[in-house]
């Protein structure tokens, strides 16, 4: 750690930064900062930098007092949209107890857990990331509208699609903080974008999905506009999602190479594995009440199941001819906290290999997601799976929370306008 540590310091003395802001996710994926004086890094690397934990959403059910941010050395990136004199950069953060011990709430510890065990068993998961989001105009004032940049659809081009542009600049500032996209095009909804990104481990994965959203609302706001990530911003246009692609590793092998030829036993039991527990699971992967109008929208389906070709089922090995072998998870969405959805993904793929569940035949139905939100929790609350997997009293205190939202969004007038009153510009 010591070495890391004086490495860092280096590199934040002969880059002129000047202040650092401190990341990470509150308990329902929504990113938190605070920002300190590169003067106070050192101390922040080796005792941590405290924060009233109980003002965080989704801690205060977890803990009383102060938690401690750890920067993690190896996230260290600049942020190239700030000041070239007296830089700005980032790190992601550990969450500690005074103690020393982990906090329940930090997903991150939890993602890395997950892989970990994963270690344990002799494999290693792989992670891509299909990201949607829109971008809206924005008023005389600076402040988010409704009204979508442009009225394009998918893969169209200038000067119909006018976020081509946007998604060049954002692509090249990710590049400069050492995060590389894979692709990117204009989606079905007018003024909907997907950025995507290559297969790395998991917490590298996430983390650099969580610097594309720090990008992209940076960019957007630099060309006076306003990026979303809702699920369903738009009631009657398509809904945004966060497709996860899934590998499985065992000696430099990936073991979903060739599967729909001759599927690898290991891979078929975790895919199995993912199916079983994805309806008790969802409430993580699709949090919001407008996750749930967006499910089974535009011809896909609730029913869980897989195809190597169709992409209205809810998981899809794909099956081109030159792609690397994964599964593709399609029914999350970006308002979830990534850390823990993949944890949790992670950690049913295994069980499935584990219990030495067989490849379920393609389309074959293996129950239903959840078709709302109440029925989403109700789920939740009876999973054995999520109570052993998940740290002690995580479950209730995000249950807890999101009981409260559905229990306001139900008796809300007009519920559509009560979610873009408490999320869009939070989201």
């Known amino acids: 750690m010591s070495i890391h540590v004086e490495e860092v310091l280096e590199f934040v003395e002969e880059n002129d930064i000047k202040f650092i802001r401190l990341t990470f996710c509150d308990l329902f994926g929504v990113q938190k900062n605070t920002a300190i004086l590169s003067s106070q890094l050192e101390r922040a690397l080796r005792r941590g930098m405290p924060f009233d934990a109980s003002a965080v959403p989704g801690f205060a059910g977890l803990e009383e007092g102060d938690l401690l941010l750890f920067p993690e050395p190896g996230t260290l990136a600049l942020m190239p949209w700030r000041p070239a004199q007296g830089r700005v950069a980032r790190f992601c953060c550990a969450l500690r107890r005074g103690d020393g011990s982990p906090a329940p709430g930090d997903g991150r510890e939890f993602l890395r857990r997950a892989a970990a065990q994963a270690a344990e068993l002799g494999y290693a998961a792989r992670l891509g990331t299909q990201c949607e989001f829109y971008l809206f105009s924005t008023d005389g004032e600076g402040r988010p509208t409704l009204e979508p940049q442009d009225r394009a659809g998918y893969l169209d081009v200038a000067p ?22 894979e692709s990117s095009h204009h989606e079905r ?36 506009l306003y990026a979303s990530f ?6 009657d246009q398509s809904g945004s999602g966060l497709h996860l692609d899934l590998s499985l590793f065992r000696e430099g092998e990936n073991l979903f190479d060739g599967f729909l030829g001759n599927p690898h ?13 994805l309806p008790e699971m969802t409430i993580f992967l699709n949090p919001l009440p407008g996750s749930y109008r967006r499910l089974g929208s535009l011809g896909s389906s609730l029913a869980v199941a897989w195809s190597g070709r169709s ?87 995000f249950l807890d929370e999101k009981g409260r939202q559905w229990e306001e969004y139900r008796h809300a007038r007009n519920q559509h306008q009560w979610e873009l009153d408490r999320f869009f510009e939070m989201i």
């Open 160 to 181: 119909a699609d006018r976020g081509e542009n946007v998604r060049r600049e954002i692509c090249l500032t990710l590049e400069e903080m050492g995060v590389t996209p």
């Open 311 to 397: 992409r209205s089922r809810l998981l899809r090995v794909p099956s081109a001819p030159g792609e690397p072998g994964r599964m593709e998870v399609r029914s999350p969405d970006p308002a979830c906290n990534p850390y823990f959805a993949v944890g949790l993904l992670l950690l049913a793929g295994l069980e499935g290999v584990r219990d030495g569940l067989a490849a379920p035949a393609q389309e074959e139905g293996a129950g239903r997601l959840p078709a709302a939100m109440d029925l989403a929790l109700e789920l939740a609350r009876q999973s054995g799976f999520l109570r052993r997997s998940l740290p002690e009293g995580v479950l209730d205190a």
């Open 230 to 235: 809702l699920p369903k911003p738009l009631q």
């Open 265 to 277: 036993p290991d891979a078929g039991a975790f895919l199995a594995g993912v199916m079983r527990r």
């Open 189 to 224: 909804g007018p003024g909907q974008n997907e950025i995507d990104f290559q297969a790395a481990a998991p917490l590298r994965a996430v983390d650099n999905y969580l610097s594309l959203r720090t990008v992209v609302k940076a960019v957007a706001s630099r060309n006076g």
